[in-house]
T-cell receptor
Framework: AQTVTQSQPEMSVQEAETVTLSCTYDTSENNYYLFWYKQPPSRQMILVIRQEAYKQQNATENRFSVNFQKAAKSFSLKISDSQLGDTAMYFCAFMRPLGGATNKLIFGTGTLLAVQP | DTEVTQTPKHLVMGMTNKKSLKCEQHMGHRAMYWYKQKAKKPPELMFVYSYEKLSINESVPSRFSPECPNSSLLNLHLHALQPEDSALYLC??????????????FGPGTRLTVL
């Protein structure tokens, strides 16, 4: 069974600085998808970034980038130039490429990030 | 329209009440999901509907009864709930392509309190 581990329950960063959130996972699959979701206090779960395991290049979305280390089964999220609106719970998630609605998302326990002014 | 809507935003109910949560999407998605999320915890999958048919039930107690009357609408009927069922209930939808990745779009959730 797949598992996703986030070892940092809470983190804090100053506005405009850079922060890295850690995620490790366990799977015997060779092909899969990894995600970072953001859930601000407003509760809406928002997809931040996605990585396909078969792609060696790390995904980037504006200020958000990942460091995907497939052999180490590590998938960290780097947030550059942190903004107050980045304050949220961040969930790392894993999905097997089964196709269809049976693609279950397996979530980590989350990291609560606070951006300080 | 790229949004999933959920009503009501908040719901307080007694243990003998019957209530329903509603979820709607107009993105043409054919898969819809119910998740339960306790405070500071990740979402837990409850049910998945694919083409209006229940495809996954994660051993959810029968006091939760899902319904998918059409491809745009998903309901969760609640009856005889317990205080420990108090949580945020999230709905999501996605394409249901046979291959590859189907991004799940989440609604804002319904905050349920059972007294």
């Amino acid at each position: 069974a797949q598992t996703v581990t986030q070892s940092q329950p809470e983190m804090s960063v100053q506005e405009a600085e850079t922060v890295t959130l850690s995620c490790t996972y366990d799977t015997s699959e060779n092909n899969y998808y990894l995600f970072w979701y953001k859930q601000p206090p407003s509760r809406q779960m928002i997809l931040v970034i996605r990585q396909e395991a078969y792609k060696q290049q790390n995904a980037t979305e504006n200020r958000f980038s990942v460091n995907f280390q497939k052999a180490a089964k590590s998938f960290s999220l780097k947030i550059s130039d942190s903004q107050l609106g980045d304050t949220a719970m961040y969930f790392c998630a894993f999905m097997r490429p089964l196709g269809g609605a049976t693609n279950k998302l397996i979530f980590g326990t989350g990291t609560l990030l606070a951006v300080q002014p | 329209d790229t949004e999933v809507t959920q009503t009501p935003k908040h719901l307080v109910m007694g243990m003998t009440n019957k209530k329903s949560l509603k979820c709607e999407q107009h993105m043409g998605h054919r898969a819809m999901y119910w998740y339960k999320q306790k405070a500071k915890k990740p979402p837990e999958l409850m049910f998945v509907y694919s083409y209006e048919k229940l495809s996954i039930n994660e051993s959810v107690p029968s006091r939760f009864s899902p319904e998918c009357p059409n491809s745009s609408l998903l309901n969760l009927h609640l009856h005889a709930l317990q205080p420990e069922d108090s949580a945020l209930y999230l709905c999501a939808s996605s394409q249901d392509r046979g291959q590859g990745y189907n991004e799940q779009f989440f609604g804002p959730g319904t905050r349920l309190t059972v007294l």
